[in-house]
């Protein structure tokens, strides 16, 4: 049986996060399941102190005055990352498959995890200040209910977030 490892993403897989996927495989190439959320707007408050915490005034405000995007926009824009993510594995040579998840984001992973069985679990998001520090980021919650090891990568680096 070939194993699986579920990956829950904020934002479409790259080059640096296929490479960080890769280093997971054992001698048998694993299959992975890809998550991505329809819901993935911003944490307004916690982006807003991300920003200050990073002394980015002007990003800090300019994420104040945006509006939330339309239930529309965010479903299209889920599906557009999924397909991105999906053919970037794909022209890797990895085998994937994926979904996009309408609700929890974390329950999309832990019931995607517990039905194709799967040993290992991988959360790729920006870096988050808040959530980070008060291990309330996907990871620290999926890694409370899957009862696996789950990996916390940061999007487009070779950062391991605390989890």
Not at 39 to 63: I, M, P, T, Y
Not at 142 to 159: C, I, M, N, R, T
Request: without cysteine; negative net charge.
């Amino acid at each position: 049986m070939v194993e699986t490892i579920v990956v829950l993403a904020e934002e479409p897989i790259e080059a640096a996060d296929i490479r960080n996927l890769q280093t997971l495989a054992g001698e048998d190439a694993p299959s992975y399941f890809v998550v991505i959320p329809e819901d993935r707007h911003k944490n307004v408050l916690g982006e807003f102190l991300h920003h200050l915490s990073l002394l980015e005034f002007a990003e800090a405000f300019r994420d104040l005055s945006q509006g939330q995007p339309s239930a529309e926009e965010t479903r299209v824009s889920a599906e557009s990352s999924l397909q991105r993510s999906l053919a970037a594995l794909a022209a890797a040579g990895l085998n994937a498959q994926g979904a996009v998840a309408p609700g929890n984001a974390v329950e999309a992973m832990v019931n995607a995890a517990n039905e194709r069985q799967a040993r290992q679990a991988v959360v790729i998001t920006r870096p988050h200040a808040v959530a980070d520090t008060f291990h309330t980021d996907w990871a620290n919650q999926a890694q409370d209910k899957l009862g696996v090891p789950v990996l916390h990568l940061y999007s487009g680096s070779g950062f391991i977030g605390d989890s």
